[in-house]
């Protein structure tokens, strides 16, 4: 990837001097520890199902404040990129982020709309959000209550151990989870929350499905469309984000995990299942075809 040509997005909240206090998730070692995380990020990463994240903003007594304000940040402060030369993952974040900026305010005007940009922010450990605390165990995730990425950057190290490496592997988890954001602005996040509520765990388990598939999906348009504009992508980098939907498939995690993977227990999607979304929005760059929605036969 030439990420460092792209240039650093303004909106990014560095909250990784204040540390998240005590919950520290990876002292230990031993494969006991790596398969627990391992299926936290099984069932969080790349979603937090961001309907599940809704309910828990209620839960406003859990939060860690005491630095807190109202406005639910922690005691970070605006990142400066050009102060923080050497911070590579900082930078790294920043230019990705400043391409989903340039390319969804791109597509959203080519439908007459005028994006808003989620904010992002960095911690170390656990943070405290408007869906409540969550530890750095638990992966990247997009809350849509404060309309806000967050990401311990020491997890793209966790995904390197995951066999998902590359830099446009960890792209894509910036991409996926920027791509929730574009679903709550839809309205779709609410729409599927609602759906939820009235119907089976299992029928439950297959929206979320639909949900994470389409931000699979709308990854993929914004790699299409990033790519036209700035030819950002390098020789191996699309097998890079492909395998990295592999690895993180719900099937490739249960199995690792030493469980018979069964479509019931999936809350992301298959291996296959990720990959193909991923592909259809970035062959295409179309976000109409990303109606996983339409095509399972669900509509709101
Ligand atoms: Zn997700």
Redesign the pocket.
């Known amino acids: 990837m030439r990420w460092q040509q792209g240039r650093r997005s303004r909106n990014i909240e560095d909250r990784r001097a204040g540390g998240g206090g005590g919950a520290r998730g990876r002292g230990g070692s031993g494969m006991g520890l790596l398969m627990t995380v391992g299926l936290v990020i099984a069932g969080l990463v790349?979603?937090?199902n961001p309907m599940k994240l809704i309910n828990m903003t209620g839960g406003l007594g859990g939060l860690t404040s005491g630095t807190g304000s109202l406005t639910g940040s922690g005691g970070g402060v605006q990142y400066d990129a050009s102060a923080n030369q050497e911070d590579q993952a900082g930078q790294f974040v920043s230019s990705i982020l400043g391409y989903t900026e340039d390319t969804w305010t791109e597509i959203f005007k080519g439908y007459g709309a005028q994006y808003q940009p989620p904010k992002l922010v960095l911690f170390k450990n656990a943070v405290s959000s408007a869906c409540g605390t969550q530890s750095s165990a638990a992966g990247p995730f997009y809350c849509p209550g404060d309309k806000q990425v967050y990401i311990d950057t020491a997890f793209f190290a966790e995904l390197q151990k995951m066999g998902a490496a590359g830099d446009f592997a960890m792209a894509y988890v910036i991409g996926?989870?920027v791509a929730?954001h574009i679903q709550n602005l839809e309205g779709t996040s609410m729409a599927v929350q609602r759906r939820q509520r009235q119907v089976s765990k299992v029928q439950s388990n297959q929206l979320s499905v639909l949900t994470?598939l389409q931000?699979d999906c709308y990854a993929g348009v914004w790699a299409h469309h990033t790519q036209k504009r700035t030819k950002f992508l390098e020789e191996g980098d699309l097998e890079e984000g492909l395998n990295a939907a592999a690895q993180i498939g719900d099937d490739t995690l249960l199995r690792k995990a030493g469980r018979t993977p069964h479509e019931s227990m999936y809350t992301?999607g298959s291996a296959a299942q990720r990959q193909q979304w991923f592909t259809e929005g970035l062959r295409n760059g179309d976000i109409q075809r990303c109606n996983t929605f339409r095509q399972a036969g669900v509509s709101f």
Do not use: K, S
């Open positions: 790349f979603g937090v996926h989870e929730h994470e931000a992301h």
